[in-house]
C-alpha cells in the first residue's frame, strides 16, 4: 500500500497538467477510463453530475469542481503534482466545458462532439437537432426510460461502428439518475455560449466526427471558427463518440497538441 502511495505521488509530482473529465448525457465517467490510462503524464479529475436533481445543480456542480481544484492547486506548494487545468468534455460536458472556459477559469479545453447550442431551428438541422426531438425524450423517460436510452445509444454510432462492435464497447446504461437524465436534457434545451465564445481565450482542441448524428459536424466547425485559438481535428467517417476504440492514437493527438501549446508559450 505505500508503495503504491508513493508510486501514485511520484505520478502527480510528473503531471504535466490536471485533466478534468466531464461525460456525456447518460453516461458514466468511466468511457473515458482508456482513454486516461492512455495518458498516465497527467493527472485526472472529473465531476460527477449523475445525480443532479436540475440543471443548476449540474452547473454547481462542475463549477465546484474547478473551484475544488483550484484550492488545492493554491494549497499545495509543489505545483508539479497539479499543473496546468484542462478540461475534456463530451458532448453535454463539452457544453459544460465551454461555459467554464467563457468564464476564464481554466487553461485549456479538449472537447469531444461538443456543441455551442446543441438545440436549433428547422433550419439549422446542419448545427443541431430542433427542440422538439429533446422534448419528446423528457416524454419519453416518463414512460420508457431504458427505450429512450437505448435510442439515444443506437444514435451515437454509424453503421459501419456498430458493424464493427464499437457500439458494443460502451459502458452499460442506468448509472444516471432520472432527474439527472431530465436535468440534463433541459441543459441541452436551454444552455448556449454562442455569444461568449470570442471570449474563450485558452487553447481548445475540437475533436469531433464527421458523421455525428446527435451533434452534426457542422456545430464543431461553428466552435472552429468563432473560438480564437481553436483547432478541429476531424475524424472521418465517426460518430458521436470520437475517441472510443482510438484511444492510443487520440492520446498522442492531445498530447503533441499540449506540448505544442506549452512551447508555443501559451
Partial sequence: MMAAAAQLKNQQQEAVGTILWLTGWSMPETVFDRLREQLPDFHHIFADYKEADSLEKMLMLTETAVENFRSSRALNCNTRGYGP???GGWSLGGLLALKLAA??????LVLFAATARFTRSKEETDL???DVFVRQMIKGLMND???VEMKFRRNMFTGAEWESGL???LPGNGSWTASALIAGLQLLRSEECLSQLPEIKCPVLLVHGTADQICPFGAASELAERVPQAELLAIPGGGHVPFLGRETDMAEKLRRWWDEQQNSGY
Fill in 145 to 147: 426510460r431504458q427505450c
Fill in 103 to 108: 468564464k476564464g477559469c481554466v487553461d485549456g
Fill in 167 to 169: 457500439g458494443n464497447s
Fill in 128 to 130: 443541431g437537432w430542433p
Fill in 85 to 87: 487545468l484542462l478540461i
